[in-house]
């Protein structure tokens, strides 16, 4: 705790004529002195440059200061600059406060320039009056338990432990089925290789097998997790035996599923079938196939509709695949593909749909509006491009159905505390920026429980997941942001309102001399503030957000100066 | 002079500041009566701090948040809305113009949306004009009701209400029933109503000794409602008897002993 009377120094930027083309700076760095706690005030031309941050660095000296305002641009990109100025100087970088005057002031109401100083001026009032409450902030630093945990014995699963595997790290592989292999297990062949799949899931499996790092889990399910980045304590149930693993890093890799169909289509298993159904008989080499004469698939079944809206993106390649498998077999087939758009983008994907053309495949287009029709025997559809209706013969009809998310999902995402989308799928934390991760630190995802994504695909992102959750392994320590909760026992009355709403499991009601009280995990939180601004009994203070300093801003908005 | 409003406003660190960063950048234009101040994220703006900024002099106030489904805290803006509809809920019940309380969810995206959202406030906080003339109330009638809403909105019984809103509506409890909408609502404007008289009841009776219909007059409610509440606070050791005079009672609060 800062006891020392607040001595603040501000340095209002002109970025330039960016700010300083519509807002008065030197008044505005005038007004700053004249209030309460401020000892030095004064412009930069640009304050990010050297001389801006020498200046500051000068004024910390020669004043003494104690608390750093910056009025300029946008905390977003720059208050890590500044932070770092303020520590170089020897001021802790969480006595350092940021006010935007440009993005939020000068850029939007140039027009404005006597409204636009105003503003600026009562905006330097508040970011002062909190700078008078902020509080020294020590960066926290947790042990990182040098070991992974992966959910999901897929393709993509097993590709990540071995991946962290091989880096040296050991590896837990937890999979709900008696075997690995995932979907895969299930396939044939592959697009576009025409490859076996078990050409490529034997020699994984034996690899992950014989790795002395991972140890697999079949039969098993997680049961509980708790904990944080760094240290996670899971409890494995694998047939009706718990085992308990500490972990520092979590790699979500539980696949999709294929969608079964209710009453689509007549579907009944027997003589309307989905692609992975027709699978297990090309897998097993049923010789019924050959007696095929001619064959109806349908794409898009249970996809791309109100219910389902997605594109489940692997089943027009997965289709055309077995279409020519089937051609393979018997080459006097007749093999109509009725489609609403055909997506096989890649290299060697549309060439693959161009080949299936050329070898006599037939494509019909059809429009949700006006579906096919499954009969016995008989596919009656309305042909979109020729705008008739056409009945086709069809001795096995086979649904292209889209992936699903995975059983056991739901349970998951609530323990892992990872959010589900709109279509079911986990949620990564950004799709651009931040693939492969969680918003929750330390946690990962990878393949299929993510969009549905093809051989490829999955193991590419096995390799993602596993290189990004080796950073804080191989680091060791990670460190934590200081901006968290923090729980005052005396008025904490052990409610648990904070423990049951928080996002991070960040906050735990346990029993102490005083009897039950909250307590900040600081290595999880990640400093929403949400228990700060819902706990009964005000105990909690959200650092560097406190109730003091947001009441102290709302005060200088009214005026006090 | 044309009435200026002042308008405070809430943005979380990485939607909706972003997103005022993103019209800044864009050089869109809007009117200079917002000052923000930025939080975390919007579950951090305690129903006490927006009563204070209109307790500051705010004719409105501003508080954005992620899209749902985009909250960097993954569900930090679903509370910030049940927080914020309970407080508007509040508003209405006081009498203030619950419209002057904005709430709304962009992304970092949309710097137009941001600018065209402060332009629309600000038009509509205009017409309302200063706080307490759309309401037809004074401005010391306003501070009043105002002071007794921070105080209920600080006690227990609706931050416990409105905190577990989520998990009461949207999840069964241990005995797997669901409490609807509807029905937690009207509980929660029962609880706010009850605690809100109650609170102004012990604000007039903190420097004065009076009586039921005293109260009940400067409240402008029945007397009977008045009582009833007298007799609880009476049970509860708020307030106790302090005087017959001629033959009505008249009450103050508990002193400590």
Known sequence: ????????????????????????????????????NVVHSQTNLYTCSDAGINSIKEGIKKYNLNRVVVASCTPRTHEPLFRRTCQEAGVNPFLFEFVNIREH???????????????????????IAKARFLQPQEEIENEVEPRALVIGGGISGMSAALTLAQRGFEVYLIE???????????????????????????????SVTKNEK??????????????YIGNYNIKVETKGKETELKVGVIIVAIGAKELKPKKLYNYDGENVITQLELEKRLKDKDPQLSNIKSSVMIFCAGSRIPERPYCSKICCMNGIKNALILQEINPKINIYILYRDIMTYGEYEDNYYRVSREKGITYLKYSPEKPPVVEKGKVVVYDKLLGEEIELPSDLTILSTPLVSPDGEEELSRMLKVPIDVDGFLLEAHVKLRPVEFATDGVYLSGC??????????????????????????????????????????????????????????IEVKQTEKGRKAKTISASCKGCGLCGASCPEGAITMQHFSNEQELAMICAFGGEK | MEFEPKILGFMCNWCSYAAADLAGVSRFQYPSNLRIIRVMCSARVDPVMVIEGFLQGADGVLVLGCHFGDCHYSIG???????????????????????????????????????????????????????????????SEVKER????????????????????????????????????????????????????????????????????EIADKLNLSPRAILEQIVDLQRRGDIELSEIVGKTPKYNLMKVK
């Not at chain 1, 690995?180 to 290789?193: D, N, Q, S």
């Not at chain 1, 991972?214 to 904990?227: A, L, M, Q, R, W």
């Not at chain 2, 209405?92 to 709304?104: F, K, S, T």
């Open chain 2, 77 to 139: 803006n679903y509370y910030a809305d049940r927080k914020m509809r309970m407080t508007k809920k509040f508003l209405e019940i006081i009498g203030i113009n619950e419209e002057r309380l904005y709430v709304d969810w962009v992304s970092a995206a949309e710097g137009d949306r941001f600018a065209s959202i402060v332009k629309n406030l600000t038009s509509r906080i205009k017409e309302m004009g200063t706080l307490g003339v759309k309401e037809n109330l004074k401005s």
């Open chain 1, 214 to 227: 991972i140890k697999i889990f079949t039969s098993s399910v997680i049961k509980e997790t708790s904990g």
């Open chain 1, 449 to 506: 429980c993510h969009w549905p994504t093809d051989l490829k695909g999955a193991i590419v992102e096995g390799y993602a997941a596993a290189s990004k959750a080796s950073i804080p392994l191989v680091n060791k320590k990670v460190k934590v942001e200081p901006i968290v909760s923090f729980v005052d026992e005396e008025k904490c009355i052990g409610c648990g309102l904070c423990e049951s709403i928080c996002p991070y499991t960040a």
């Open chain 1, 176 to 206: 709900r089925e008696k075997y690995l292999g995932g979907v895969l297990r299930k396939l044939y062949k592959l697009y576009p290789t025409s490859q076996e799949a078990k050409s490529i899931l034997e020699p994984m499996i034996r």
């Open chain 1, 1 to 36: 705790m800062v006891q020392d009377e607040p001595r603040i120094g501000v340095f209002v930027c002109h970025c330039g004529t960016n700010i300083a083309g519509v807002v008065d700076v030197e008044e505005v760095a005038q007004y700053a002195l004249t209030l309460k």
């Open chain 1, 105 to 127: 002031c000068s850029w939007v109401h140039s027009d404005e320039p006597e409204k636009a100083t105003q503003k600026a001026k009562e905006l330097v009032r508040m970011g």
């Open chain 2, 146 to 213: 105002l002071k007794a809403a921070q105080i209920a909105l600080q006690g227990e019984t609706i931050r416990w209400l409105v905190g577990k809103e989520k998990e009461l509506v949207e999840n069964k409890n241990v005995y797997q029933e669901k409490i609807s909408q509807e029905d937690f609502d009207r509980v929660m404007v029962d609880n706010i109503k009850d605690k809100y008289i109650k609170t102004r009841i012990l604000l007039l009776l903190k420097d004065n000794k009076l009586s039921v219909r």
